[in-house]
């Protein structure tokens, strides 16, 4: 018999207290490792699986609770609000190249560029930002009849939607997982054609839903033809599809629904359309559309200019911008606010010019906003700049293999949210 079971025999009060504070011990680090782990990024944490095999079951159920995913979501994205910002760009050569050669993985895997951008104190100290730019790999089974070079795209909490025809994908690239979803209620062989797809978090039925709309041609009782648009919503806590009222007052006839890119804000998705000047509005969690035609003031600045629809410090903002010889002069910002001059909300929404400046000589066309007021805007030859409008200070940020033109941009944050969620598809790996 060891001296340490002789003990335990002859004191075996002392030793349930010692099991019993060895035990609180374990747990407390446990709980200090959990903390730990929902600040790392999905890739340095699955790379701490080889650390030990009791980290290797720890991550291992880490991932796949719904709590921790939530936690580690909500962590990232603080982090992201503090110190850097990831956008991805799905790069037109690369995704015309891949539309030509589906079956091609080196050139699919090349179609999603990150950027992260490390934010220094002292901004000025050199005029050369601190980034790291980097290709983001997509899972290589993906479905080959999956355009990536026509899809439709939406992105949240790290998964990335994806829309061809009546084909919709979900897939998440930092845990290398993505699922097909149902077929929908709207197909093409009904004669629907689908203008848009979105993803969101309806953080009130703490449910992720796709929202689609389309259109389908129908002959008016003046023999015209008009666009009669239709919509869907899917559900991954339900996993079912159901069609729902499109509900605006604004109608599409004759002329072809120009829908630009969506901008998502507090629940609530927004898009441009171009050919009437109306600002759309899907709210998820009430799961309603909504339309408003824009001011005659911000209908006047925008005449003959391109506008860019961007979230700008929590409010929907326009950059309305126009090209000399390819090179913008200057940008001005729009922001709509929702309030009258009493605080109280407006029954219409008013739009307020807030600023304009001058960007950097050779910028060709805004990105998107970042924090402490700075713009991302692509100027020539693989060149982005950085740009703070308050103090005037750009830094340069140079990439190689970035095309001329982008088809999307969107702010990312790595996460271990399963595509399967609410569903009895497999868990992670």
Request: hydrophobic share 40%; aromatic share 12%; proline share 5%.
């Amino acid at each position: 018999m060891t001296i340490s079971s002789c003990a335990s025999v002859q004191n075996p009060k002392r030793a349930a207290v010692t099991a019993t504070t060895s035990v609180w011990c374990d747990d407390l680090l446990e709980d200090v490792l959990v903390e730990i782990f929902s600040w790392l990024s999905p890739e340095c944490l699955i790379g701490f699986k080889c650390v030990s095999k009791s980290w290797y079951s720890l991550i291992s159920s880490l991932i796949k609770n719904p709590e921790f995913v939530t936690k580690h979501i909500r962590n990232n994205n603080i982090l992201s609000s503090r110190s850097t910002t990831c956008l991805l760009f799905c790069c037109y050569a690369f995704a015309y190249e891949s539309h030509m050669y589906p079956t091609l993985d080196s050139l699919r895997q090349k179609l999603f560029k990150s950027i992260t951008v490390f934010y220094d104190q002292d901004e000025r100290r050199n005029d050369r930002g601190n980034f790291v730019g980097q290709d983001l790999r997509l899972p290589r089974n993906l479905p080959s009849d999956v355009s990536l070079c026509k899809a439709l795209r939406s992105h949240c909490n790290g998964i990335i939607c994806l829309g061809c025809d009546d084909t919709i994908i979900l897939c998440n690239p930092a845990i290398m997982e993505w699922r097909t979803l149902p077929k929908p209620c709207l197909v093409a062989n009904s004669g629907f054609s689908p203008l848009r797809v979105a993803f969101g978090y309806d953080s009130r039925g703490d449910d992720y839903k796709v929202v689609r709309f389309g259109y389908t041609k129908v002959l008016g009782g003046d023999q015209k033809e008009y666009y009669n648009i239709r919509a869907e919503v899917y559900s991954m806590r339900s996993e079912s599809w159901r069609e729902i009222e499109f509900g605006t007052p604004i109608q599409f006839p004759i002329v072809y629904p120009f829908i630009g890119r969506q901008v998502f804000l507090r629940g609530v998705f927004y898009w441009f359309e171009w050919s009437r000047d109306i600002l759309l509005s899907f709210n998820v969690a009430d799961e309603v559309f909504d339309g408003m035609p824009l001011p005659n003031n911000l209908l006047a600045a925008r005449k003959r200019h391109s506008v860019k629809l961007a979230v700008w410090n929590e409010s929907i903002a326009f950059l309305i911008y126009k090209r000399d010889n390819g090179v913008i002069k200057a940008i001005d910002i729009w922001v709509m606010d929702d309030y009258c001059s009493d605080g109280v909300k407006c029954s219409f929404s008013n739009w307020i010019k807030k600023l304009t400046f001058t960007p950097p000589a050779d910028v060709a066309c805004p990105v998107a906003f970042l924090k402490n007021d700075e713009i991302l805007m692509q100027a020539t030859r693989s060149r982005f700049v950085l740009y703070n409008i308050r103090s005037q200070v750009h830094r340069n940020l140079t990439f190689r293999e970035m095309p001329a033109k982008l088809i999307w941009d969107f702010s990312y944050v790595r996460s271990f949210l399963s595509v399967h969620r609410g569903s009895q598809s497999p868990p992670l790996n």
